[in-house]
């Protein structure tokens, strides 16, 4: 059924681009399957307080654990849930910080069939004006890239950790390429696709959605942690955050964790806790040229 969808596609994008357009953006945007809370996820999901907001019409799950100013917020991945962090939920929680997230549209106990990076910014935003500035934010791989585009438009954070991170809109571009089977045709009718929809009025917006653009525009400190074994987001898209952002960043590269089984690494969320748990340090001008690094 896959090969018949991608072969009709890639024939038909073509002589009908707006059609197929329309098709590899419902496609492109909609996550592939809805994973449940996992047994040891469980009892840390149940304290949570839960919310909700309404976004598109789509109706949002939000958790929150603890009642202090400047929360830490965490982001999800694609094909995740908020679950996925109950281990860093438990030690920022043990370090007395105060922990919101949610989980997106078409993921986890939230509703809908699909999400964007632009409903990831407004529910960002929205969490940023009920809670408060947040003292730092935790992210993992599409998420890492939504966070960037959100702290581009009011939302604050005095750190960013980023793990297995997405950096780049070509990147995901790539990857649905390559998981659906079609061509750069297929692509470029998706664009042109998200182009008239979302942003009619803005004749290039590709370079907005690159996480290592303009880094003088988030000053934040950052925390990178990607593993060698990546197979879903490529080590150098971490690489390429670091090289941006220079001595504000620090990047981490793991061996044998993957793109998942990082988040339950315990000397990965050790080290993540404590660079979000720790004071600011002056904030300083970013250095394009650098990276700083340390390797385990």
């Known amino acids: 059924m896959a090969s018949l969808l991608s072969t009709t596609l890639n024939i038909t994008a073509r002589v009908a681009p707006g059609p197929v357009g329309r098709v590899a953006f419902a496609l492109f945007v909609r996550p592939l399957g809805r994973p ?9 999901m149940a304290r949570a307080v839960t919310g909700r907001l309404v976004v598109d019409g789509i109706p949002v799950t939000t958790y929150r654990w603890g009642d202090g100013a400047r929360p830490v917020l965490i982001v999800h991945g694609w094909t995740s849930r908020a679950s996925r962090f ?15 997230s949610f989980d997106a549209p078409g993921h986890g106990a939230s509703g809908g069939r699909a999400t964007t990076i632009l409903r990831q910014r407004e529910i ?11 003292s730092a934010v935790l992210a993992h791989s599409f998420g890492v890239v939504s966070t960037f585009f959100a702290l581009r438009d009011g939302t604050r954070a ?12 070509d990147f ?8 659906l089977g079609v061509n750069q045709a297929v692509e470029d009718a998706m664009r ?13 917006i590709w370079p907005r959605f690159d996480a290592c653009r303009a880094p003088e525009e988030i000053p934040s400190e950052i925390l990178l942690v990607h593993d060698t074994d990546d197979d879903t987001a490529a080590p150098g898209q971490s690489r390429a955050l670091a090289a941006a ?17 990082i988040l339950l690494d315990p000397e990965v969320i050790a080290t993540t806790v404590e660079f979000l748990s720790a004071p600011p340090s002056r904030t300083r001008t970013a250095s394009p040229a650098g990276t700083a690094g340390a390797t385990r």
């Not at 571009?173 to 998981?179: G, H, T, V």
Request: avoid cysteine.
């Open 192 to 204: 042109r696709h998200v182009q008239r929809r979302l942003f009619p009025a803005e004749p290039d």
């Open 86 to 100: 109950a281990g860093f939920v438990e030690a920022l929680l043990a370090e007395g910080r105060t922990v919101v």
């Open 36 to 44: 449940k809370v996992k047994p040891g996820e469980a009892e840390v």
């Open 245 to 261: 952002y220079g001595e504000r960043a620090r990047l981490i590269e793991t061996s044998g964790l993957g793109h998942r089984r």
């Open 172 to 179: 995901l571009a790539e990857r649905f390429r390559a998981m």
């Open 124 to 134: 960002i935003r929205r969490l940023h004006e009920r809670y408060g500035e947040f």
């Open 158 to 169: 005095d750190r960013i950790a980023g793990i297995g991170a997405i950096a780049e809109f």
